[in-house]
């Protein structure tokens, strides 16, 4: 409108988010994910390998019957139908699905969140831990693994001790470590702790380990599960196993219809075909053990054991960044953890990737140390 003055817009703009956004808020770093364009990518812990053609086909036809003007089944019975099939899911026990087992985790800090409350994980581990805490308005105390980034239980049970924490996360296997946290220190932690104990098994596929059978004998234990390293990360699904009165009420935080019709239909549609996809995993796992065997034999970095589908690695001091450039120069991403946390200095995390990537990585990786 004439006559109208917007001079001081910017300023004011600046000014309304320094009064309204929270100051954790504006410290936090939005999660950053690179475009690799043409690099070979093995930064992401993805499944490498695509769906068979003839399988394509199929789900093709299926999407074809599929009524996107109606709204999904809220509760998408068909699919956790097969996810407890799939993944042996307790009868007693409830099921809720995410959009990503990030929303899971979001959900079930919202359940609990209230001023002075606190969620405890070990450290290093999955960054959205730290990070949905504090943008849901929580304190979040983390505690330092050992040197090895084996579970420091005595820590973990003298700071739930003293913290009473309303939550405490463990990812088993652990991100971005690899490793799995002793057994008797996580039930340990199980019985000591006064509120939830979250078991993020995201790389479940990836080791003979789980803490799922153990949901109907701890009151307080839930149990994560992702479909993404499975080879399904473009569906953003996740399931959430644990005691139905906890999960009652972590339901009611869900938005509605959280989970598409067409991922409904294409989750439901992969599991139930999926022989097709079982011989995949079994070779990541293979890949795994002959990736870690190339690394050991190279003596300017250290390799620590892995559970999952990605190997970290330490390199000399100070050489990290200039390794991680190099093999970006030579068409190949990894993942540079160097400077994320004083526990992780000098680290860089490779995904596993089928033989043709792996091989391309360590020539790059030779080229670049």
């Known amino acids: 409108m004439a006559g109208t003055s917007h001079g001081n817009d910017m300023t004011s703009s600046k000014d309304r988010i320094y009064q309204l956004v929270r100051p954790e808020i504006r410290a936090l770093q939005a999660y950053h994910v690179p475009d690799p364009g043409k690099l070979v990518k093995l930064d992401a812990m993805e499944n490498p390998y695509t769906w068979p053609e003839w399988l394509r086909d199929a789900w093709l036809d299926e999407l074809r019957t599929v009524s996107l003007n109606r709204y999904p089944d809220p509760q998408a019975t068909l699919l956790k139908q097969q996810l407890r099939m799939h993944m042996g899911v307790p009868d007693s026990a409830g099921l809720i699905l995410g959009n990503g087992s990030d929303e899971l985790i979001q959900m079930i800090i919202q359940a609990v969140a209230a001023p002075g409350r606190i ?17 849901s308005g929580l304190e979040f105390t983390g505690v330092p693994l050992c040197d090895d980034f ?9 700071a739930i001790d003293a913290q009473q924490p309303a939550v405490v996360f463990l990812a088993y296997p652990n991100n971005p470590t690899g490793n799995l946290f002793d057994r008797d220190a996580v039930e340990a932690i199980i019985a000591k702790a006064p509120g939830l104990v979250v078991v993020d098994e995201a790389y479940a596929p990836f080791t003979d380990h789980s803490f799922l059978p153990a949901v109907p004998k701890a009151a307080n234990l839930l149990v994560l599960r992702t479909l993404s390293k499975m080879g399904f990360a473009g569906l953003r699904l996740g399931l959430l196993a644990g005691p139905g009165e906890w999960l009652a009420e972590i339901e009611k935080t869900r938005l509605p219809y959280n989970i598409s019709t067409l991922n409904q239909v ?32 190279m003596p300017e ?61 360590l020539a790059a990786l030779k080229d670049s140390l």
Not at 268 to 295: H, K, V
């Open 119 to 135: 969620i405890m994980a070990p450290e290093p581990t999955f960054v959205m831990y730290r990070q949905i805490a504090t943008v």
């Open 150 to 158: 084996a579970l420091h239980a005595e820590e973990m049970l003298a």
């Open 266 to 297: 294409t989750g439901t549609f992969a599991l139930r075909n999926y022989e097709g996809f079982a011989g995949q995993i079994d070779n990541l796992r293979q890949e795994r053990g002959e990736l870690f065997a190339s690394l050991e034999e």
């Open 301 to 361: 970095i250290t390799v620590y054991p892995s559970e999952a589908n990605f190997i970290l690695f330490r390199s000399l001091p100070g050489r990290a960044d200039a390794i991680f450039a190099g093999l970006k120069s030579r068409g190949v991403l990894i993942k540079n953890l160097n400077g994320s946390s004083p526990a992780l200095a000098d680290c860089l995390r490779v995904t596993v990737g089928q033989p043709a990537e792996n091989a391309a990585f």
